[in-house]
């Protein structure tokens, strides 16, 4: 078993900037790749961005130039640092690690992009 523990979400004006970060705990020695989705109210879950094991990045059309994905295996957390927020950012954002065939995910955190 894989837990996953975000942080970092919270209350920012457009145009300003938030750093989440989520951490892998448990059984992570085989834990492959990890990413960062998102959902608003009344949407599906849609991909943010995601990074392989060895830093192979992957991001939606709607975040590219804006946020970067970067991960430290060492410290088996990923971070998704968000610049030049927008309001449409704003969502419920969940952490995915993948172990051979099974996703994990944390249990989200909020992020409001709102003057």
């Known amino acids: 078993q894989v837990q996953l523990v975000e942080s970092g979400g919270g209350l920012v004006q457009p145009g300003g900037s938030l750093r989440l970060s989520c951490t892998a705990s448990?059984?992570?020695?085989?834990?492959?790749?990890m990413g960062w989705y998102r959902q608003a109210p009344g949407t599906q879950r849609e991909l943010v961005a995601t990074?392989?094991?060895?830093?192979?990045?992957n991001y939606a059309d709607s975040v590219k130039g804006r946020f970067t994905i970067s991960r430290d295996n060492a410290k088996n957390t990923v971070y998704l640092q968000m610049n030049s927020l927008k309001p449409e950012d704003t969502a419920l954002y969940y952490c995915?690690?993948?172990?051979?065939?099974?996703?994990?995910w944390g249990q989200g955190t909020q992020v409001t992009v709102s003057s």
């Open positions: 995915n690690a993948k172990q051979v065939l099974t996703d994990y």
């Open positions: 448990g059984v992570i020695f085989s834990i492959g790749a």
């Open positions: 990074i392989s094991r060895r830093g192979i990045t």
